[in-house]
Nanobody, 128 residues
């Protein structure tokens, strides 16, 4: 099991940057047993995959809408996952969720159904 706690959300203007943090608190296992991901739900839209990172942090995957602007990373010595968001757009406004997928694989997990554990979310608002 793992508990996930997001932080770093807030209100920014278009073009600015923001870094989200996800602190993982595993119990009975270790952080590197999990591939990690970020998802978001914008007003009037379905929850969507944003970014994923493999267990070792060496491979990543991104939604087309954020490629070149967002970077997911993890620090396995700190049990922490990050989402660096640059060149933010108004359409990035959403509640962002951290998620963990228990897996034997060394690849990112993309689909939401592959994730067993979820944080409560953090609000990101980008004003124009």
């Amino acid at each position: 099991q793992v508990q996930l706690v997001e932080s770093g959300g807030g209100l920014v203007q278009v073009g600015e940057s923001l870094r989200l943090n996800c602190a993982a608190l595993p119990s009975g296992d270790i952080f590197t047993n999990y591939a990690m991901g970020w998802f978001r739900r914008a007003p009037g839209k379905e929850r969507e995959f944003v970014a994923g990172v493999s267990r070792g942090g060496r491979t990543t995957d991104y939604a087309d809408s954020v490629k070149g602007r967002f970077t997911i990373s993890r620090d396995n010595t700190k049990n922490t996952v990050y989402l660096q968001m640059n060149s933010l757009k108004a359409e990035d406004t959403a509640v962002y969720y951290c998620a963990a997928a228990l897996t034997f694989a060394t690849d990112p997990v993309k689909g939401s159904t592959g994730y067993e554990y979820w944080g409560l979310g953090t609000q990101v608002t980008v004003s124009s």
